[in-house]
């Protein structure tokens, strides 16, 4: 696979996911790169890193965007689960930070 083939979304723009967007810079077209997380203030955040990059508060547009192929899970560890399950149903290729669930049960939904 092509870098220019690569779209990629981050979800979270906390410590973790901030680190995540600036080497997804480093290696793809910031045109293919989008930022989701509920504070709408990060958009400020992120438009400093570059214009380029996109942003949203709303984690359907990346669910529903069949040109995101990959997605960068960089949220609290209580939502790991559910918001990696979404992605996966919707076939994104899911990277998660750890832990990916907190609780055991999670694992057999």
Not at 2 to 17: L, P, Q, S, T
């Amino acid at each position: 696979m092509d870098y220019n083939e690569i779209k990629v979304a981050v979800v979270g723009a906390g410590r973790w996911g901030m680190n995540h967007v600036k080497t997804a810079a480093s290696l793809i077209e910031h045109e293919n790169i989008i930022v989701c997380d509920g504070l709408n203030t990060t958009e400020d955040k992120i438009k400093a890193l570059s214009q380029k990059i996109k942003f949203t508060t709303d984690l359907d547009i990346i669910l529903n965007d069949e040109r995101i192929n990959a997605v960068i899970i960089a949220t609290p560890a209580e939502t790991h689960f559910e918001i990696a399950k979404k992605c996966i149903l919707a076939g994104k290729n899911v990277l998660v930070e750890k832990p990916i669930t907190l609780y055991l049960n999670e694992r057999k939904n």
